[in-house]
């Protein structure tokens, strides 16, 4: 099958993000014509000149908009794409020149409708934006919840760096309108339509996330949110290891109380997780101000992912409301 690429990346009041990501695609080594298409999503701050310095260099279309939601703006930008396979970016993304190289390669080797590949941290990064990348994409923490090579069950791609074929987009339907948890949606009805996802170790991109603790910690509690949700749409996906955030909080702070009448076993089991956050952190940035931060990134993670979660479960199944009159600022019309 002969791939003709288009990337779909909505941008929201992100210029500054934009014109990296755009300079990012302008230095690709892929020898093939591919498309770019921003989605400008009722911005009120555009990024239409900033398009504009790269239409010499990229087949790109600029698309302004109402506001409408990451996921609706995407079904825009590939309702109107020429491509027929679609590559979705956020817009704090940066591409390493070989991306769309090693994309193509593993999709001419192994065709999938959907694919999703994984995010590092740039040496440009800050220190903060390294520690919660690590806290984000770590085995030892809800990285490993998504899927992935050594993680617990099939890959679930992530719109930051997700492709998806003309087909299975029109077959399933595109993006529904919850955020955050519009992509997991969408995989798992790719799944049920019987279309296959991998994980391109590759194909990864660098990507910026959330710049400070309390950005990371709203991000992180909407996502704990969303998962009893998608539980109740999906629920043949929903697993245990959900979970595992929500109960690392309850089970410290029962450790806490013990520790008080002199039972420390629970508490230094803790310890010894810390610890090889630490070490795991330490080895692969070669940082210990990055391994210190790490560990606050893992608390801020797994505090705001199993409280959102807690919540969630308990408001989604007893309280007798649909999910929308639950969490309507979960929900775009």
């Known amino acids: 099958m002969k791939l003709f690429f288009s990337f779909i990346i909505p941008v929201y009041n992100r210029p500054d993000e934009i014109r990296e ?30 398009v504009s310095v790269f239409q010499d260099r990229l087949q790109i279309t600029y698309l302004p908009k109402p506001n409408s939601g990451p996921g609706a703006s995407r079904n825009y930008g590939m309702e109107r794409a020429k491509g027929n ?13 070989q991306y769309l190289v090693e994309a193509d390669k593993a999709l001419q080797e192994h065709f999938v409708h959907c694919y999703g590949g994984p995010d590092a941290a740039h040496p440009s990064f800050s220190l903060v934006q390294k520690a919660i990348n690590y806290a984000m994409t770590s085995i030892w923490t809800t990285g490993g919840i998504r899927g992935g090579k050594k ?35 969408l995989t798992m009805r790719i799944w049920n339509y019987g ?41 043949g996906t929903a697993k245990v290891t959900y979970w595992f ?42 940082s210990v101000a990055i391994a210190l931060l790490s560990f606050l990134a893992v608390w801020i993670q797994f505090i705001g992912y199993g409280y959102g979660f807690l919540k969630s479960v308990i408001l989604i199944n007893f309280s007798g409301k649909t999910a929308e009159q639950v969490f309507p600022k979960l929900f775009f019309k």
């Open 151 to 185: 993680a617990v069950g099939k890959f679930q791609p992530r719109s930051f760096n997700m492709g998806i074929s003309k087909e299975a987009f029109q077959t399933v339907g595109g993006y529904g309108k919850i955020h955050p948890g519009e992509d997991p949606d």
């Open 21 to 50: 990501l755009l300079e990012s695609l302008a230095e690709q080594t892929y020898e093939n014509a591919f498309e770019v298409v921003i989605v400008e999503d009722g911005s009120t701050i555009s990024a239409e000149h900033e």
């Open 195 to 235: 279309y296959e996802t991998r994980l391109i170790p590759n194909a990864f991109v660098y990507h910026k996330r959330r710049i400070d603790w309390k950005k990371f910690y709203i991000q992180v509690n909407k996502f704990g949110m969303v998962r009893p949700i998608l539980n109740k749409w999906h629920p």
């Open 85 to 97: 396979y679609f590559i979705v970016l956020d817009s704090d993304c940066i591409l390493p020149p």
């Open 245 to 286: 955030p929500t109960l690392f909080c309850l089970g410290f702070l029962v450790s806490l109380v013990l520790s008080a009448i002199g039972i420390f076993a629970p508490l230094g089991l803790y310890g010894c997780y810390f610890a090889l956050v630490f070490i795991d952190a330490l080895l692969k940035n070669r």
